[in-house]
């Protein structure tokens, strides 16, 4: 996780925009670092390089799987429970005879939860969901649907908009002191880096391809409103 300069935590300050805003433009910088990474390893490129990339998201939302049945985000977000999306990439995994992986550590959330770094981690894990419609529009050209293989890629019944708004309206109204703002901005910045992490992992530090911006949205959203 990078840590944020003093310019960085100063010049997005809680009065000049919703919280969700001074998310989105606290992290378009690690944010587009990473839609880079995942795009060069062109997950879409084949069936093989596609499993690999349901590892990488498996790695990551595991860890927050917890935050979805947490009572103190549940508060902010009654209609957050049952979102968690393991259980559908566990499914996409079986779909094409991917053993759920182990893993050495615990996650990140199993116990007790310190909400404001919580939200950070949740605005990337929630936000992922728009942007998924433009991935699963990539995974369908190798032969995967939201039946097979792609599940995890889904829209909600309510629509993917629609779950976006309720939540960033949850965020942007939840009462959180002063001086824990930049533990918000930290959560996201260390669930950004989490997937970085998991990516070099799964996938080896090589990088091959170009990057192909606007195709990553299920990492972060970026320029949504």
Do not use: C
């Not at 969901?129 to 433009?134: C, E, Q, R």
């Amino acid at each position: 996780m990078e840590a944020q300069s003093p310019m960085e935590r100063t010049a997005i300050s809680p009065e000049s925009a919703g919280r969700s805003q001074r998310l989105k433009e606290a992290t378009t910088s690690i944010h587009e670092r990473l839609d880079d990474a995942v795009m060069r390893r062109q997950p879409f490129s084949s069936i093989e390089n596609y499993r690999l990339f349901l590892l990488v998201q498996h790695a990551f939302h595991r860890h927050v799987e917890a935050l979805y049945r947490s009572p103190a985000v549940s508060r902010l977000f009654p209609m957050i429970a049952g979102r968690s999306r393991v259980q559908f990439i566990e499914l996409d995994l079986a779909d094409l005879d991917v053993s759920r992986p182990d893993y050495a550590q615990r996650p990140q959330f199993d116990g007790e939860v310190a909400l404001p770094t919580a939200l950070g981690w949740l605005y990337v894990a929630e936000g992922a969901k728009l942007g998924a419609a433009f991935l699963l529009k990539h995974a369908r050209l190798i032969g995967l649907s939201e039946d097979f293989g792609a599940r995890h890629l889904a829209a909600a019944e309510a629509g993917r908009a629609s779950e976006w708004r309720a939540f960033r309206a949850g965020l942007d109204a939840a009462e959180l002191p002063a001086d824990s703002e930049a533990d918000v901005i930290s959560g996201a910045n260390a669930a950004f880096a989490n997937v970085r992490a998991a990516l070099a992992r799964v996938y080896g530090a090589g990088e091959t391809g170009a990057p192909s911006r606007g195709v990553l949205g299920s990492i972060q959203p970026r320029g949504w409103t």
